[in-house]
């Protein structure tokens, strides 16, 4: 069974389901939109259940010719950070659904539109990372800013349109980039071993260090905007703050990881000698993004931006965990890609109930929300606590993980990005005191606490969040074998322990 | 040796602390019950786990349970793992079992509050943490525990936080601890650097092969977690804030158990600190700073519960002072540290009741005389002063004298100075404890006729007079042959007592005496025999202005990190928008030509973007085209 072609096509099936349902009927949009994200992710759960996790070849692997005269190929394929990733992103789109139930109605145009630009990302979102041809993979990194763009920039508040526009020009920027380095690639390729797009042929390919320099920096610098990493973030708070807060989960939460993941699949596979070269400066720009999204984050007065400044710290720890080169700190970035796509859910669906009952996004307009909505204001708590890596919660294990692999190869950077631990705690705790504590100030009183609906939305959230805390082995077996086959891939061995050394295993 | 039951000790609060908070306003009726019931139930589980210990021999007595692998990555393997040896078993009996009592006085001291059910909730998940914490079989599993206390210490100060200043309070206890908390990140990083391990069992067994600088990196690195546990300098200012929180949590958390947990750390990491002597001195020398530290504090606070947080931050400072002094010292720190729980809990619980006999007066100015009106407070609060004091035969003066006199014992310079420095500690301690006898209960009454001052309900003082009977029996108990020391022996390394010492108990026991004696006398004087004004006397020496501003710890923070902190915050956001994505927005403007250009793709942006996807694909063809030619 081709399971990858199959979980490209249900959204697509869903979305035209949805495109010939009367413009006027928008609560058959939702559940339609919903029926199939349900469905999406049944669908891939039983695909997961059925990987050989202990293999570390690609698996599901599906091949088949699509523009011969380039020998561009319609090749899918997963290993085990791919397969966490897909399913990162088909759970949150669901809850995405349920969660933002009224997010279409602000919008340019019709709830359909929003329900199908969302079905059509999803389809993208599984292309992307199980895309195993260059090419293909291309195509779906620029194709997703499609429905992105017209996601904020429809459905959005306040300078949603600037700040869409404003992310588009980035993500061409750094495509274009990239299209330049795959072109290089492909030219090479000719020389070599006869023109593909073939992701595994393509990392046999030689090359000097020059040429590997350059083309490792367009897909790095494509990568690092996306992630984003420190000082090409820029957009990200823009979009953050226009965005609706469904739209946002999708954007930090799942396409933002393109970015890291793109760095692990693409940067290090084709490019191990320019990663070797780029590892200092790239640790030294994760451990930036750590240290500055986390000051940034203490000083926003926004809701909405003081999410996406953590995100920036948050993907600053990836970033560092993908660049230790140890098979904790790359185990540890994939899981913390996963985790860090639930806590954001959780602060950004849950902060965005806070700001549609307010009315507003600003931090100082909350205040005392504890003794009004307590259910609201503790589920807000614990997203919180997860983003600060409470030990107990999901993404104390992946920092840590992260962490730890970084100080056994560059003790000097792990602490510097331990200071990060301080900093969150400054970055969730003033918010929560300024919104949640104190008394109950004006325009607060009368607000409702969540509804059926949200709960049921927002539960299954923390409960991952709670249960990866405590036991994360299901996610961190599948993840093993591909981050070690990375990083042995890319040369690399974990550095034994000082007595290890010494007795000179 | 393994036993199944030790994860239900963790299980039944946690279980409990749960139910509570997910049943919400339905389980107000029974909540508290059910939470003191569960409570009761791990200390029942800890008796008899304690008594099956003693049934074995000194070396069988530890048991270990294995639950499952919970972190496995390369050669980074952690397991959820429990273990209860001599060490832990202390721990265990002392949290659940004054945890029950304080349960117990808490139904009774909240039963006013609206929200006591979430009280209890929070009471014990902090039982639960505190459990994982003694209980966890590698550092890993120690720093799960370590956290979740803070997380129920933060939300147990800030407990009534729609007072703006009591969610601040919670706040700066969190942060502080997280400052620490750094510590124990790097300590548990290095270790796995260093040893390829993180357990308890496997850093003991390798750490005699590591290097010096390593082992006296993760020496320091563990201080540094201790020092904001449990409120040590430099790093103890949360403490005195954290008084915000109901006054059952500040017996509990913030005197018996959790801020004592530094202790257990540093005493838990004996083979560490055996084998890293700078480490060591440098802990023994944070708890002789501290000591005198928190001492001098107390000297001026009026408010009781801030004069009781002061003695408890000097009492911890003994015990790290203790434990800093390596074999000798580690089984007085841990004596101290029960009968400390002892005593400071019922001392608190009785500040508390005298607080809910003055409607939550806590300046001692405002009280006076209350002995009349609270025998029972005032007996049971008289026995917990009498054992901090030191006066034979009451508990503290078996675990205090001891500490005392290992540290005279240490040698050297080094010995004379921290001696000295606890001998004056305990002089100090004689007079601000004997101040805060004075002001409250005896004297002329200087509240106003509002207050109705009485005795607490048996619920409250039941406790405490249990309480008030381990301050008066413990460290009898504890000392008599040398019970608690021998049976500490297999987890910490003993050296044979009574080795080249500089002062004997005797002479040690009558220097103490005397300068208590003293420190008794002066507060008498200055506290009996003189009027006590009802307002704070302002012509006062600096060193008491010094001393009321808490030796100027927050100013200290507030120049040196906080406001260079907000600073910095200020100026990188400025810095973001207006030269970060200003190079950003200058570039792509500078690319489009004029600015004409980029606000043209702003206002037309679909059409604009359907050009973008135009010229992108062509660009695409184009390029393929041409390199396959």
Sequence with gaps: MNWLTTLMALPLVGALVISVLPKSNALAAKRAAFATTLIVAGATITMAVQFQRDNVEIQFVESRSWIPSFGIKYALGIDGIALVLILLSVLLAPIVVLAGWNESSGGRWSAKTFYILLLVLETMIVGVFSATDVFLFYVFFEAMLVPVYFLIGGFGTGERSAAAVKFLLYSLFGGLLMLASIIALYVLSGEQIGHTFDLAALSHLTMDSTTENFLFLGFFIAFAIKAPLWPLHTWLPDAAASATPGTSVLLLGVLDKVGTFGMIRYCMTLFPHATKTFTPMIIVLALISIIYGAFLAIGQKDLKRLIAFTSISHFGFITLGIFSMTSQGQSGATLYMFNHGFSTAALFLIGGWMMSRRGSSKIADFGGLQRVTPVMAWTFFIAGMSSLALP????????????????????????????????????ILIPVQRALHGPVTPGNEGLSDLNMRERIAIAPVLAIIIALGFYPSPLLNVINPAAAHTIAQSGFTDPVSQIDAKAGK | MTSNSLVYLIALPLFGSAVLLLAGRRSDRWGHLLATALSAGSFGIGLMQFSQMLSRSNEQRAVSQKLFSWISVGSFEVDAGLMLDQLSICFVLLITGVGTLIHIYSIAYMSHDHDRRRFFAFLNFFIAAMLLLVLGDSYLNLYVGWEGVGLASYLLIGFWNQKPTYATAAKKAFIANRVGDMGLSLAIMIAFATLGTVSFAGVKEHASQASTGALTAIGIMLLVAATGKSAQFPLQSWLGDAMAGPTPVSALIHAATMVTAGVYLITRSNFIFDAAP??????AIIGAITLLFGAVIGMAK??????????????????????????????????????????????????????HGMDDEVNMRRYGGLSKFMPITFATFGLGYLAIIGVPPFAGFYSKDKIIEVAFNAGGIKGITLGVAALLGAAITAFYMTRVVILTFAGSKR???????????????????????????????????????????????????????????????????????????????????????????????????????????????????????????????????????????????????????????????????????????????????????
């Design chain 2, 447 to 629: 509240w106003d006729d509002k207050a109705h001052p009485h005795e607490s309900p048996f619920l409250m003082w039941g406790p405490m007079a249990l309480l008030a009977l381990g301050s008066v029996t413990s460290g009898f108990l504890f000392t008599h042959g040398d019970a608690l020391r021998n049976w500490l022996a297999p987890v910490v390394e003993q050296i044979p007592a009574h080795e080249g010492e500089l002062l004997s108990p005797m002479i040690v026991s009558i220097l103490a005496l005397v300068l208590v004696v003293l420190g008794v006398s002066l507060a008498v004087i200055k506290y009996f025999l003189n009027e006590v004004p009802e307002t704070v006397p302002e012509n006062v020496t600096i060193f008491t202005k010094l001393a009321r501003r808490d030796l100027l710890q927050d100013a200290f923070n507030e120049a040196a990190f906080m406001r260079p902190g907000q600073s910095l915050t200020r100026a990188l956001v400025k810095t973001d928008v207006a030269v970060i994505d200003g190079a950003v927005r200058g570039i792509a403007r500078l690319a489009s030509g004029s600015g004409k250009a980029l606000r043209t793709t702003q206002t037309g942006f679909v059409r604009s973007y359907a050009m973008w996807i135009l010229l992108g694909a062509i660009a695409l063809i184009a390029a393929i085209w041409m390199v396959t030619l």
């Design chain 1, 392 to 427: 107990g919660l999901s993404s104390f294990v992946s920092e840590f993980l992260v962490l730890v692999g970084t100080y056994t190869r560059y003790p000097v950077a792990a602490v510097i990005g331990t200071f990060g631990i301080v900093l969150a705690a400054l970055y």
């Design chain 2, 302 to 355: 009026d408010d009781i519960k801030k004069a009781l947080a002061a003695s408890t931050m000097s009492q911890i400072g003994y015990m790290v002072l203790g434990a800093g002094l390596g074999p000798a010292g580690y089984a007085f720190a841990i004596m101290h540290l029960l009968t400390h729980g002892f005593f400071k809990a019922g001392m608190f619980l009785g500040a508390g009741s005298v607080m």
């Design chain 2, 278 to 283: 700078t480490a060591q001195l440098c802990v």
